[in-house]
């Protein structure tokens, strides 16, 4: 009997529908993300500044503290002398310098700008996600609200110095979204310019913003966007993907350039052998720092010193990264394109960061998650999103679902959010407070990393800034105990012997820094203090001609050395030179007014003399020496009435010996 084929009826897949949460005005949303990350970050608003960058990058930083045409075009130059603290980032720079016009040196405007910043990246953070997950709004808030309060972001909001991070990635997300915009107007090219020209305010903020044309291309996958050829070539008329991957190499060699300046890269000293591991170790614990971020520290060293045998388990890392990639490759391939997205975005924006090319001595760093964890927290929110509304878009495969019931999920992902959201918002609350001061900082960091030199340096130099030489220098010796070859630590010992006056001691101590390692403009500088208080002039100027050759825009170098040419050796041509440098630099530094005034009054430069002290009188006029320098110049100019009044203030303010010319400029009015 001839068999019938049964057929089989095969149900259509349909799409996924159900029952969404209830949508959530998006204004009331961005409120609400705005209020909590400001409640969580506005203890830093109390916090003062650390003597980690902060004095480079704004407490000395005479380019934000006179600011100019010639300072600004100064910060914008890319091939300077010198760059600041090893880096390119005019844009920050630009940023300090507008927060200290406002604020001055009050540390309260630059953390309410930084939390201002991060509180509008926030709100970034939720709109790119929005229109990147079409209709999940869920995924949105989850991502953004992790992105707020997550304790690894801590310190890119409360370091002041750290403004590069949260503005970087400003400009990131805006050229992100703009981007966006062109793939939903049908490729309207004016958003392409937009994309390019925050590109370029992402990288004039700090060079890591170099991985952005590569995430561009992602979002062109995620898009499915089907001729790749076409989208890439499309954009070259425009100058765009062209022109980013050229300035993404230009400002990836300039950081290493700018790096190298300062010998930052030879910190540590890995072997190429060792790279991949360190590298991939790094990956690790900013994987395991997500969900679990205890810890925390404001340095991360090697877990090993130069010379010494890597950790076993350091082997081991590399099969995460292996397995990272399978994971990669498997998304890919199954066309999950949101975990493949978050995943590829995570790995995209963390990969210059890790430690396959060594610089610095810090293994890994809490800053450096601040962009990259919102791929990781894109996939968190968006799996979230589907659990609570197992809903579908059009933007979304179905690939990409997840099937079978998943409401029996939403307990445990709801403890999940929960106690995540919370202890987030704990650690970080807990972790601000350890930025409140110098001293707080680096105590933490000697409890988590025993001996670690940078600490013992800094809170060396904390001490001696409030003039507690004793602890000062015990600190120094303290940490030259582990660190015997370190010139911060010999500098500062002999810095804290300077001022208790022993001069011999402290050379002692700087020529020994010499000879352990001797390239450094400080050691020199304060070489040439030591020989100026012991009255060896021509070592002193040796010294600050040394000091000079190794950082060449050392204004008190020049100030010293000026001062030393016109007091000790009559050289008043020398000591002008030096003066103009410092005024040049920093055109209203009153000593270098006064001296450049005595100098010039000592050469007859009579009306110079006038105008320079002039400007002294009006930057410091509460200063007898300024008036006295004044008086002795409009005497010399034979305007003696000039010459009595400004003698007479530079008295009342407490200058002694005026008596006698007083009387003499009296005399030859009559």
């Known amino acids: 009997m001839k068999k019938v084929k049964t057929v089989k009826t095969v149900k259509k897949k349909s799409k996924k529908t159900s029952k969404h949460l209830p949508v959530i005005n998006p204004f009331i949303a961005m409120g609400v993300l705005a209020a909590i990350t400001m409640v969580t970050f506005s203890p830093s ?6 003597n980690w960058d902060d004095p480079s990058y704004i407490l000395n930083n005479a380019r934000i503290q006179n600011f100019s045409l010639k300072n ?11 760059y600041l603290v090893s880096n390119y980032h005019p844009l920050t720079e630009l940023s300090l310098a507008l927060d200290h016009m406002v604020y001055g040196v009050k540390p309260f405007g630059f953390h309410l700008t930084n939390m201002i910043i991060h509180t509008i990246n926030t709100i970034l953070v939720y709109l790119l996600v929005t229109k990147l997950l079409k209709g999940f709004q869920i995924a949105a808030i989850i991502t953004a609200l992790f992105f707020a309060i997550h304790p690894m972001h801590v310190e890119s909001v409360v370091w002041a110095s750290e403004r590069k991070d949260v ?8 050229a992100m979204l703009q981007y966006l915009r062109y793939l939903d107007s049908g490729q309207l090219k004016k958003y392409l310019w937009y994309t390019l020209a925050f590109f370029v305010c992402s990288l004039l903020s700090k060079a890591q913003a170099v991985t952005l044309p590569i995430v561009l291309l992602l979002m062109d996958y995620f898009y499915k966007r089907e001729n790749r050829k076409s989208y890439v070539l499309e954009k070259a008329p425009f100058l765009m993907l062209f022109l980013a991957f050229m300035l993404s190499l230009a400002f990836g060699l300039l950081a290493i350039w700018a790096q190298k300046s300062t010998q930052a890269d030879s910190l540590v000293s890995i072997s190429l052998a060792q790279r991949p591991f ?9 994987l395991q720092k997500l969900f679990v971020p205890t810890g925390l520290c404001a340095l991360h060293p090697y877990a090993f010193k130069p010379g010494e045998a890597m950790p076993t388990y350091f082997y081991g890392a590399i099969f995460v990264l292996l397995g990272y990639l399978f994971l990669l490759y498997k998304t890919f391939v199954d066309n999950k394109r949101v975990l493949f997205f978050g995943l590829a975005f995570f790995l995209i924006t963390i990969l210059p960061v890790l430690q396959f090319l060594t610089i610095g001595e810090a293994q890994w760093a809490e800053r450096y998650s601040y962009l990259p964890y919102i791929g990781l927290f894109l996939v968190i929110g968006y799996y979230a999103d589907l659990v609570f509304q197992k809903g579908t878009t059009e933007q979304i495969s179905e690939e990409d679902l997840p099937s079978g019931n998943m ?22 609350w807990n972790r601000i407070p350890y930025w409140e001061n110098s001293p707080k900082l680096w105590e933490d960091v000697l409890d988590k990393y025993p001996g670690e030199k940078l600490a013992y340096v800094n809170l060396s130099h904390f001490y001696s800034e409030v003039k507690e030489w004793d602890k000062s220098q015990s600190y120094a010796e303290e940490g030259l105990k582990f660190a015997p070859n370190h010139y911060k630590l010999l500098v500062n010992k002999a810095f804290c012997m300077m001022k208790k006056k022993q001069h011999k001691q402290a050379v002692e101590v700087l020529l020994d820094a010499v000879e352990r390692d001797g390239e450094h403009y400080e050691i020199h500088f304060n070489l ?17 001609k040394k000091t000079l050759e190794y950082e060449p825009n050392h ?8 001062v030393i040419y016109s007091n000790q050796k009559n050289d008043q041509q020398a000591a002008i030179k030096d ?5 040049e630099y920093a055109p209203t530094h009153k000593d270098a007014l006064m001296n450049m005034a005595v100098a010039l009054y000592k050469t007859a430069q009579t009306d110079k003399a006038i105008a320079t002290i002039d400007k002294a009188v009006k930057v410091a006029p509460n200063d007898a020496k300024a008036w006295y320098i004044s008086a002795l110049a409009n005497a010399q100019k034979k305007n003696y009435q000039k010459a009595i009044s400004d003698g007479n203030r530079a008295k009342t303010l407490g200058q002694t010996g005026l008596d006698a010319s007083l009387q003499q400029w009296k005399q030859a009015l009559k």
């Open 45 to 50: 608003l109390s916090n003062d500044f650390v």
């Open 555 to 562: 204004i008190q170098a020049f100030l010293q050395r000026g």
């Open 579 to 583: 003066f103009e440098r410092v005024i």
């Open 278 to 286: 360190t590298g991939s170790m790094s990956l690790v614990i900013y």
């Open 407 to 428: 409401d029996k999920f939403k307990i445990p992902v709801m403890a999940f959010l929960a106690v995540g959201l919370l202890g987030s918002v704990i650690l970080s």
């Open 528 to 544: 040439g203090i030591c020989y100026d208080n012991l009255k060896d002039y021509d070592k002193a100027l040796a010294s600050y």
């Open 72 to 82: 600004l075009i100064m910060m914008f130059n890319p091939f300077p002398q010198s």
């Open 167 to 174: 503005l970087h990635v400003f400009f990131y997300l805006l």
